[in-house]
Structure formats: C-alpha cells, structure tokens
C-alpha cells in the first residue's frame, strides 16, 4: 500500500502516506527512483570508459538474456591488471562505500561474482572506507574511480 496508497480505504490515511512517501529523503520510491537514475548513469560512463580503453566486455543485460542470475555489470572478455591484480569484471557503485553496506554487497554479490567470474574491481564512485579494502590478496580490488593503470594483454605484449 506504501506503492499505491489509492488502495488504503481510509481516504485521510491514504493522503497522510502518499504525501510520507513523496517527502521521505531517503526510503521513499521518488529516492529510490533518483538512485536508480544516478546508479545507470555511472554504468553508463563506465561503459564509455572502457569503449575509450578499448577493452571488450559484456554487459550485464547480455550476461542476463543468456541466463545468468548473479552478474557485474561488465565482465572484461580479456582479463587485465590493475595495480598489479588481476581483473575479470567490473561492478559500478554511485555510492559511499560504508561497512555495513559494503559487507551487505561482499556477501549478497562480490563473493558470488569471484566465484563465477574470478577476481574483479569495485567501484565505489563516492569513496568507500579505505579499511574495506582489505580482500585484493583474494580478489576483490576496491576503487574510487576509474583505474589509470591498466595493464593490458596487448600492452604487455608490445613492451617486448
């Protein structure tokens, strides 16, 4: 009813929760709504991101039609090097990184991408605490924004 307060019978109630759901600044569906948009719109630059690093990778929605349940939003289709760690995706966060929400995302998405996929890159667009990056040995690498050094196949190929 907190979706459709038109459903409460009480016309005064179903007025006095619509106009909570439009003023909550920070559970209500308009919010929910805002971090969706701002959560696609940094997919979007990471994507843009990596078409500019000409690294090839399949997006989350193509790793979905083919019947995946648990995916990043990228998965690199040739795996590179950041800061000396191996990357085999790349999930994008347009949020601060705190513990609680971070442990929450180790435990309901990171770990299962590791085990699927192999080590990857976090991206915690508005910072994270930097205590929380403390899984790189087992393969969850954790950033602020982009990496600047990549270290690709070709690259590593053509410095020989």
Not at 31 to 52: F, N, S, Y
Request: aromatic share 12%.
């Amino acid at each position: 009813m907190l979706r459709d307060p038109s459903q409460i019978p009480d016309g005064v109630l179903a007025n006095q929760v619509y106009q909570c759901t439009v003023n909550d600044c920070c559970y209500g569906p308009l919010v929910d709504c805002i971090k969706h948009a701002i959560g696609h719109e940094h997919e979007v630059l990471l994507r843009e991101m990596l078409l500019e690093k000409n690294l090839s990778f399949i997006a989350e929605d193509q790793l979905r039609a083919k019947g995946y349940d648990k995916t990043p939003d990228f998965i690199l289709e040739v795996p590179v090097a950041v800061e000396g760690h191996i990357i085999h995706w790349i999930e994008s966060k347009a949020s601060f990184g705190d513990e609680s929400s971070h442990q929450a995302y180790l435990q309901d998405q990171f770990w299962s991408y590791w085990n699927r996929f192999g080590p990857g890159l976090v991206i915690y667009w508005y910072g994270f605490i930097e205590e929380l990056d403390c899984h790189r040995e087992r393969g969850i690498l954790l950033k602020d924004c982009f990496p600047t050094d990549i270290v690709t196949l070709r690259h590593s190929m053509a410095q020989r």
